[in-house]
């Protein structure tokens, strides 16, 4: 699908930061500057944007005509040179890489872990400069013009013998594609908290007419439906995208051959970055420039990242409940991205790389992904179901699938071996697994201090990322291990699943709420961090 998983930021006021009181910092709010307030026109911008960072592009055909190229390229293991034996349907199919004779679906998991080592001294750097002055916006738009330039790049590489190339624009494609939403969803929390409804509750809360408890309440619903509305938004726009994807598939006759396949792939990969071009450009304009934090001293552009990180970790240490959570985001987030990436490696297998049959099952993923997280908003607004309660739901489903897929390593009759599986995987992804992108994140902006809010969504990414190259790579070493068994990495992700899902139990979101609020305190009093805002 088109959802992976983000980071986002929030930055308050110099008044919240240098007067902390017994309050929640965040009705403090009420008193900021209506210049910041979030405008319908902004908010809508917002949601745009989403629609056209789909990752259509570097998320789901980059990555298919990349490994339908490694396909095309390969050869049958059972064949011996000098003749070699094109790949065939129901057969294994290996390329020599990096010194190795490996499985192509290995080779895709291989690569996929590169990327996120790559992502990682990224965001290590970079990551940090969302928080200070203005940047955050620049980076957004750099990343979108970058991601935008490698999807047209991908109408150059259309034969199987430029496979080599197909690596270089799928690394390229995935760390665009990643950076592009992290440093977009960085706006998320800031643009929520500057919602008109959000500042009037808290002024409520000052003025003695509402009770904390329910405010709190309140603002985290807006969080939830902003960031459920944004991927409902996403979603109903990328059906209207796949469905002109169908027409430019009629047109190009893919169907007829494997070559007019291959070049069909390259043509929606260019297509869906044109649209997020246009789609982008309002919330270029409109976004507001909300202020940031000024360089401590001692500090550059090129070191803050490491600083933020290390005193985030420091501080974390000493909040238990977020400490808990950040594991459990850690090791479930790489449990979800792997055990998507080999369904989707499987997946472009079982239908035999058609371009029409994987766009088709991408209308029925996001149609029921559309289905799915606005039902589960309602679900949660109609009966006041807490954010980790929701949560717990979708780690259930995720530890389903990994459970579906384990039950292939012996036999051929279940495992995403048959196309009625792939169909019946895109429903239930969908509709009770895609909310995870919303609640996973939400759930990161109720166990962190608001002061240093940017500072706690950086640090989840940063590790989200150091962990997410470990589920790829040493499913690609499985797979390589088993005799090319795909589905024996299955058996390490439910394994990882079932472990993670003990720290979520132990999180409690009361008692995160008061470690905050005296962490908060004692670092007003301290001045640990020795910033000031601009």
């Known amino acids: 699908m088109g959802i992976n998983n983000s ?41 745009l944007y989403y629609v ?57 998991l291989l690569i996929n872990g590169i990327s996120f080592v790559i992502q990682v001294v990224m965001l290590l750097v970079i990551g940090a400069w969302a928080d200070y002055g203005q940047w955050r916006p620049n980076i957004t738009i750099i990343f979108t013009i970058a991601a935008v330039t490698v999807s047209f790049a991908w109408l150059g590489v259309d034969d199987p013998s430029k496979w080599h190339a197909g690596v270089v624009l799928y690394v390229l494609g995935m760390i665009t594609y990643s950076g592009a939403l992290t440093f977009w969803t960085a706006a998320f929390p800031g643009l929520t908290r500057h919602l008109p409804e959000v500042q009037e509750s808290a002024k409520e809360v000052q003025e003695g007419t509402k009770d904390m408890d329910e405010h709190v309440a309140f603002e985290s619903l807006s969080r939830n439906r902003v960031s459920n509305i944004s991927l409902t938004i996403s979603s ?10 169908v027409g430019i598939l009629e047109g190009m006759k893919a169907g007829d051959t494997t070559e007019n396949n291959t070049r069909a792939f390259s043509a929606l990969i260019a297509f869906s970055g044109a649209v997020w071009l246009v789609c982008a450009l309002p919330w270029f304009f409109i976004e507001k420039r909300r202020p940031g934090l000024s360089l401590p001293p001692g500090s550059s552009l090129l070191t803050i990242g490491f600083r933020q990180t290390y005193v985030a970790i420091r501080e974390c240490l000493r909040l238990k409940q977020t400490f808990l959570y950040l594991i459990f985001y850690c090791l479930m987030g790489d449990v979800l991205n792997t055990t998507v990436t080999v369904i989707g490696t499987l997946q472009n297998s079982v239908v035999s790389y058609s371009t029409l049959q994987l766009t088709l099952l991408l ?10 997280i606005y039902g589960f908003w309602l679900v949660q607004k109609t009966y006041k179901i807490s954010t980790k309660a929701m949560l717990s739901f979708n ?31 895109q429903v239930i992804y969908g509709l009770m697994v895609c909310p995870w992108y919303a609640y996973s994140q939400t759930m990161i902006s109720e166990v962190s201090p608001l002061p240093q809010m940017f500072l706690f969504f ?47 139990y132990f999180v409690d ?14 670092e007003a009093s301290r001045q640990a961090f020795g910033e000031k805002t601009l």
């Open 52 to 108: 056209g960072n789909n990752g259509l592009s570097g998320f789901n055909f980059g990555p298919s005509q990349f490994q339908n190229l490694l396909y095309l390229a390969g050869h049958d293991p059972s064949s011996q040179p000098p003749f070699f034996v094109p790949c065939g349907s129901g057969t294994s199919c290996v390329l020599p890489f990096l010194g190795k004779t490996r499985d192509i679906n290995s080779i895709v």
């Open 363 to 372: 209308i029925v993923g996001i149609v029921t992904q559309a289905l799915g």
């Open 395 to 425: 780690v259930f489903w995720i530890l389903v699938l990994t459970v579906w897929g384990l039950v292939g390593v012996h036999t051929d009759r279940l495992g995403f071996k048959h196309v009625w599986e792939i169909w019946l995987y």
């Open 458 to 504: 950086a640090l989840f990414s940063v590790v989200g990322k150091t962990s997410a190259f470990i589920g790829p790579l040493v499913c690609s070493a499985i797979i390589t291990a088993s005799g090319n068994n795909n589905n024996m990495s299955f058996a390490f992700l439910f394994g990882l699943g079932m472990f993670s899902t003990i720290f979520l």
């Open 236 to 245: 109903v726009g990328e059906i209207f995208i796949l469905v002109l994807m």
């Open 7 to 47: 980071t986002r930021y929030h930055r308050l006021s110099t008044t919240m930061e240098s007067d902390p009181t017994s309050e929640s910092l965040s009705v403090k709010l009420s008193v900021e500057s209506r210049a910041l307030t979030t405008s319908r026109s902004e908010l809508w911008a917002f949601y």
């Open 509 to 522: 979101i009361k008692k995160s709420r008061v470690e905050c609020e005296e962490f908060v305190e004692a």
